[in-house]
């Protein structure tokens, strides 16, 4: 009970009795026994007062933040991985974000353990004070062995999560990169309190994480989602997962990117070959040229809104979901990308169905895939402060 006590705290950063009653389904002695402990023991500390709601003001209780314990997490996309530490208060204590590392390189595992341990050294944090790693990646990660099958059995990447065990003697816990999104969403974002909601990746590619009745759903093998490789794409470009037709081709961030440099080999004037000279990261330049008006990054990103809108018709017809959310790094572009989306969904949906469910960009946009890796260690090692 202490666990859920804390992982909701953690959660919704501040709580009250009645409503840690509500959420657990447990009675008001049971909790306030606990809640007293925890409190005695310096764990949990009061915050003041919530709102008023006509009544009494309930004492809202949090994490002691004097307890001093932190998360390490690594959330990698295909090119870049961004390397955080976080306290229990959700506070960023530092972060070495977008440090340039290829997935597919030879030695991508050796620069991945490097890169952690540039940043426990910085950061002067007792290693003692780690509750636990957390790593998103792309790929069929499988969570419960710890491992990513979207790599050979020998290849360093397969066992990564051993590795840093090995290496650093901290718990260490491996997730997908959309449904720690998705997660993230659900804890911290437009998802919470829904029951059932679609939470879209955009990225370099497109996945997807599934909430059904507030749980995460990974299917049968541990890897739903896979919405990249619906074959929607008339393209003949070949996908990352080697076959030809998948949406990911058309509906990418990679996908905006190829084609605005491909429309600059063919003399089109855009201020993204400018901004790419500036930007280690080539969506921050996509990013930058298209607010400022450029056309050419502004009519390939409404490209790739109109393709994903034909993706999201599809899930609106088989899953039927009260809402979906497009978070990560496109979540940014949203005032270009809904209209197109918009645009796809009356074209290929139906009118009965569609009209349930709710289409909207995240807030947390780039920083949801460092909430929801934390939030994979919290949800797995919050009970650590227990017996420090």
């Known amino acids: 009970m202490e666990k859920e ?48 709601t006509g009544g009494r003001r309930p004492l809202q209780f949090a994490i002691n933040p004097a307890l001093n314990f932190y998360i390490l997490t690594i959330s990698a996309d295909q090119h870049f991985s961004t390397f955080t530490i976080t306290d229990l208060n959700q506070q960023k204590i530092i972060e070495h974000r977008d440090i340039p590392l290829e997935l597919k390189a030879s030695n991508s595992s050796d620069l991945l353990l490097g890169e952690i341990e540039s940043i426990l050294e910085l950061s002067g944090i007792n290693s003692n004070k780690i509750i636990g790693i957390g790593l998103s990646i792309p790929g069929f990660v499988n969570s419960e062995l710890g491992v990513n099958e979207s790599y050979p059995h020998n290849h360093p990447l397969y066992r990564i999560k051993d590795s840093i065990e090995a290496k650093y003697q901290r718990s260490t816990v491996i997730e997908n990169d959309s449904r720690c999104i998705a997660i993230a969403e659900k804890e911290f974002g437009a998802a919470k309190g829904i029951d059932h909601s679609l939470i879209i990746n955009l990225n370099w590619g497109v996945g997807l994480g599934i909430i059904i009745n507030g749980s995460v759903f990974k299917g049968e093998s541990g890897f739903a989602g896979e919405f990249s490789h619906i074959p929607l794409s008339d393209d003949n470009t070949l996908c990352s997962c080697g076959k030809r037709g998948c949406l990911e081709v058309e509906a990418s961030l990679d996908a905006a990117i190829r084609k605005t440099e491909a429309d ?42 109109y393709m994903l809108g034909k993706g999201i018709s599809t899930l609106i017809h088989i899953l039927n979901p009260k809402q979906i959310i497009v978070s990560g790094r496109g979540a940014e572009l949203g005032r270009i990308l809904n209209p197109q989306i918009q645009i796809a969904i009356n074209e290929f949906c139906i009118p009965e169905i569609a009209k349930t469910t709710n289409v909207q960009m995240s807030a947390l946009n780039k920083h949801a895939q460092i909430k929801g890796t934390a939030a994979i260690v919290v949800e797995n090692h919050i009970n650590k402060i227990l017996t420090k």
Request: aromatic fraction near 6%.
């Open 5 to 52: 006590i804390l992982k909701n705290l953690y959660f919704d950063s501040a709580l009250s009795i009645a409503e840690l009653v509500k959420k657990l389904a447990k009675s008001t002695p049971s909790i306030t026994k606990i809640i007293n402990r925890l409190l005695e023991e310096k764990i949990i500390v009061e915050c003041g007062f919530a709102e008023s």
């Open 264 to 305: 600059i080999q063919n003399n089109e004037y855009s201020i993204y070959s400018t901004f790419v000279k500036s930007n280690l990261n080539k969506i921050d330049a996509l990013i930058e040229a298209s607010h400022v008006g450029d056309q050419i990054a502004i009519n390939n990103l409404g490209k790739i809104g």
